[in-house]
């Protein structure tokens, strides 16, 4: 393993000595990561004075936009964050807020993105995908269209609770939409419920060709979810991966399959049960496993992606995930048949650590959660 710090370039073995064992990681100190055979990066900071970026995504000619959770939609020009737009109806509260974000494939034509958040349009709370046109120099939205609306949120103290809310386009074209249960009893085993889910739908919100239907909302699909904040799609194959928060043990990482169950029962007893297992065998016959789970404590995991490129080393093809309350980003390899082969924490020494994105330019885009967070950039060395 090799780091080096980009401030000092001072070669890590003497950056450990001068460190520490024990201080390795701490400010100043090089990234620490355990596992065998992870590439060198370097840190550096893109964008800072953020409150609490939850996304970045690129348009095509690789403009950084960026979504922060009191309510705004940004763009990175200049260096700087420009605020595109700050819908009014933005409900900021616990884990809610301005949320997920996601490019429209078509961007270059028809200028399409997509964001996920907390409002009170509809009088009581709900989470909503909204579609916005972004206008030439990436300094204002308009043509707002609500594709879907309706994700259930608590009502009660805990508004905000287990948002999800992570967007992606598959490489089959449709919007995926990744919820959380609401902090509710109700939402992930009801096949009516859009929370605890993850949807499949169009660019206009109508259920995506090959969604399982049945007794499902024909817009969900999987089910059984806690919390999911993060999604990739596996270049190789273009299999569907979903990062999961648990309760006080197991964050998940789950390979999902059309019409899967992944086992989350909270109301299995007549309450929320916060305790409940993360896939519960006993209430819900057939649930499937996860991929990977954290075991105890969590880490708090939310958005990840899959790496690619060489310039990567033995990181090509894993699955990076960061997490907040465990400040790191775990790296998973799996299998082409979805085992865990290999996994790594790399601590970057910046705090809690909301998503990881691969940007055009091969690099990996970390987000600072904090009210004075940054956008962060992993190069390797
Ligand atoms: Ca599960």
Redesign the pocket.
């Given at each position: 393993m090799l780091f080096r710090s980009k401030s000092t370039h001072i070669p890590r073995k003497l950056l450990v000595a001068l460190c520490g064992a024990t201080l390795v990681g701490a400010t100043g100190c090089p990234p620490m990561v355990s596992g065998d055979g992870a590439p060198a990066f370097t840190v550096e900071t893109v964008v800072s004075g953020l409150d609490r970026p939850w996304e970045v995504a690129f348009t095509p000619d690789g403009t950084m936009l960026v979504t922060e959770r009191p309510g705004r939609i940004g763009a990175v020009i200049g260096g700087s964050r420009v605020v595109m737009a700050a819908p009014t109806d933005v409900v900021a509260a616990s884990e809610g807020g301005m949320l997920g974000l996601a490019v429209d494939p078509n961007f270059a034509a028809n200028r399409s993105i997509y964001t996920c958040f907390v409002s009170n349009l509809g009088g009581a709370l709900d989470e909503r995908v909204v579609r916005w046109t972004v206008n030439a120099d990436f300094t204002a939205l308009t043509g707002r269209a609500d594709i879907v609306t309706g994700i259930p949120l608590n009502l009660g103290g805990s508004a905000g609770r287990h948002s999800g809310c992570r967007l992606r386009f598959g490489p089959d074209g449709a919007l995926w939409i990744t919820t959380g249960d609401g902090a509710r009893s109700d939402t992930p085993q009801n096949p009516l419920s859009l929370g605890g889910k993850v949807l499949r739908v169009t660019t206009t919100g109508s259920p995506a060709p090959g969604n399982p239907g049945g007794s499902l909302d024909p817009r969900i699909f999987t089910l059984?979810h806690r919390n999911v904040q993060g999604l990739s799609f596996r270049p190789s194959d273009g299999a569907a991966f979903s990062m999961e928060q648990g309760t006080g043990c197991d964050d998940?990482v789950?390979s999902l399959v059309a019409g899967g169950n992944?086992?989350?029962n909270p109301g299995a007893g007549g309450f929320y049960n916060e305790n409940a297992p993360?896939?519960d065998l006993l209430t819900v016959p057939g649930?499937l496993p996860?991929a990977w789970s954290s075991g105890c404590p969590t880490i708090a995991t939310s958005g990840g992606t899959f790496l690619q490129g060489s310039q990567w080393g033995t990181w090509n093809d894993a699955l990076v995930t960061a997490a907040l309350k465990g400040t790191q980003l775990r790296v998973l390899k799996f299998d082409a048949a979805g085992a865990l082969v290999q996994q790594w924490t790399s601590l970057v020494d910046r705090g809690r650590l909301r998503t990881a994105t691969q940007g055009p330019d091969g690099n990996l885009y970390v987000l600072q959660d904090s009210s004075s967070g940054s956008i962060l950039r992993l190069v390797p060395a």
């Open positions: 059984g998940e789950n992944y086992g989350w993360m896939t649930a996860a």
